[in-house]
């Protein structure tokens, strides 16, 4: 339920630019709500730890190669997409976004230590990473948005 809401912003903005998928038409400044809600549509693909409920499901019900894949294509692709909208923050609000990516690299840790199944630690043990990467991508300076690349792609 919470992805087709996380989803609907592309909607939005789409149907005010009808350019979203070339890439000198998505250059603008967006408002402080719009670049909230379109972080929350990444982040349920990223996955931050608050919004990550549908990823230790799917690496336990999925075969071992797709959740590999999963794990090695679906979280990046969320990056990439964070990546794309970043670069029209104002970067008055990423105090927030800090504490979500603490928070959720401590809660996530925890999780994988008290995990049994190999599958599950491998989807918390992917939070964990993808937390620790937006904490290192949501500076400002361009070192860390070019470490935390070289992080999604390791």
């Given at each position: 339920f919470y992805a087709a809401i996380c989803s609907f912003p592309f909607l939005f903005i789409y149907y005010k630019s009808m350019f979203m998928f070339t890439v000198c038409y998505f250059?603008?400044?967006?408002t402080w709500e719009l670049f909230f809600i379109l972080?929350?549509?990444f982040m349920?693909?990223?996955p931050?730890?608050?919004?990550?409920?549908?990823l230790p499901k799917a690496h336990v019900e999925a075969p071992t190669t797709a959740s590999?894949?999963?794990a090695g294509l679906l979280l990046k692709l969320g990056t990439a997409g964070y990546l794309r909208i970043l670069g029209s923050m104002n970067f008055v609000y990423n105090n927030f976004?800090?504490?979500i990516s603490l928070l959720g690299m401590i809660l996530a840790s925890f999780s994988c230590v008290f995990q049994s199944d190999a599958k599950s630690l491998a989807a918390y043990s992917s939070v964990t990473h993808m937390s620790f990467l937006l904490l290192s991508i949501i500076y400002i300076m361009m070192s860390s948005k070019i470490s935390g690349l070289m992080m999604m792609l390791a």
């Open positions: 250059d603008f400044i967006i972080s929350l549509s349920m693909k990223f931050v730890y608050f919004l990550h409920l549908w590999m894949l999963l976004w800090i504490i």
